[in-house]
């Protein structure tokens, strides 16, 4: 079992940075792949980055690739990330989960824990 809790949303201007963090509970976290995912309001989740459960293999979404950058600290349970040069359309709430997919993962039905999302504004 794994729970997960976000934190670090808020409103940024457009060309601003913020850092979301991702805390885990669970002996077994450094095991899991871990993911985020965001979703805009009439949208469905779609994902953002993945970051497999040893670090050195990650992948992102076209849409973000080059201005955000996913990280994990296996000793303190935390998976973050970093958002630059933010756009209005990065506008979502944005959730982290925890996968045992042996594959990349970038699909929600891979995935078996989720937190319960931070929210993310970004103006114009």
């Known amino acids: 079992q794994v729970q997960l809790v976000e934190s670090g949303g808020g409103l940024v201007q457009a060309g601003g940075s913020l850092r979301l963090s991702c805390a885990a509970s669970g002996r077994t976290f450094s095991s899991y792949a871990m993911g985020w995912f965001r979703q805009a309001p009439g949208k469905e989740r779609e994902f953002v980055a993945v970051i497999r459960w040893g670090g050195r293999s990650t992948y992102y979404a076209d849409s973000v690739k080059g201005r955000f950058t996913i990280s994990r600290d296996n000793a303190k349970n935390t998976v973050y990330l970093q958002m630059n040069s933010l756009k209005p359309e990065d506008t979502a709430v944005y959730y982290c989960?925890?996968?045992?997919?042996?594959?990349?993962?970038?699909?929600?039905?891979?995935?078996?824990?989720w937190g319960q999302g931070t929210q993310v504004t970004v103006s114009s």
């Open positions: 989960a925890a996968s045992d997919y042996s594959g990349p993962a970038y699909y929600t039905r891979e995935y078996d824990y």
